[in-house]
């Protein structure tokens, strides 16, 4: 199957967007990296490749070897332009996640979120991680006018995991940590009709990180043909419940 996956030109979260593409492509299924602009040579925050502060708060070894194998892949290079996608071609969306600055170009591009509606009405498997959540939180359904996630149950970015790193980090970062004034908690939560009821944020953790063969600290959120998760922490889990909905009957 094809699986579309937009990101920015740089600032991506290395674990959120390697992991399940090293998941996805070991499955036999074919992922298109979708930029604004055709052709674009992708980058991720070069600081989870190296140690967010004094070496630590990174990616994992073995996701950063995964990223090393993708920047080697030739559809890291040979992206399309998501304006111009035909969003019937795919049979799967994936929205990865990352906090850093460049990660507005992708978060607020409305030319972006006018192709996400598209494909949100075909009822297609989409998968959406961290700040991934907050693009469909700013599609609109444009039947309703609603946030297409007004209906579902979704988890995110938590709040008090956002505002922790950002704490820890500002003497030296600044507001590396903040992608926009608002915590994407509360704006995901704004997108929702019962926010009480359908927005789940899962078990308190803050460094311990589910992996290839241990599910335990990973936590997930699957709606219908949606799945969200919180964090590269959760992406293992992510990735593999997100092929289990790619094997899945259109209509089961």
Partial sequence: MRVLMPVPDHDFDVTEVAVPWRLLTDAGHEVVFATERAGT??????????????????????????????????????????????????????????????????????????QVARFWALGRPVGAICHGVLVLARTQDPGTGRSVLADR??????????????????????????????????EVRSALADPAAQFERGPRVLTRRGTETDDTHAFVVQDGTYVSARWPGDAYLFARRYLELLGKPMDA
Avoid: I, N
């Avoid at 991720?44 to 080697?72: I, M, S």
């Avoid at 304006?83 to 460049?102: C, F, I, Q, S």
């Avoid at 995110?156 to 507001?175: H, Q």
């Fill in 41 to 114: 040579r992708l980058a991720a925050d070069p600081r989870l490749l190296t140690g967010v502060l004094f070496g630590q708060l990174g990616a994992e070894d073995e996701p950063k070897q995964f990223y090393e194998q993708l920047t080697a892949a030739p559809e890291f290079t040979a992206t399309v332009a998501w304006a111009d996608v035909d969003m019937t071609a795919y049979d799967g969306l994936l929205l990865p996640g990352g906090h850093a600055p460049g990660m507005r170009q992708y978060l607020g591009s409305a030319d972006l979120q006018q």
């Fill in 153 to 186: 149950r979704t988890t995110c970015l938590p709040k008090y995991m956002e505002r922790t790193a950002y704490v820890t980090t500002a003497w030296r970062l600044g507001r590396y940590y903040r992608t926009y004034p608002a915590y994407v908690e509360e």
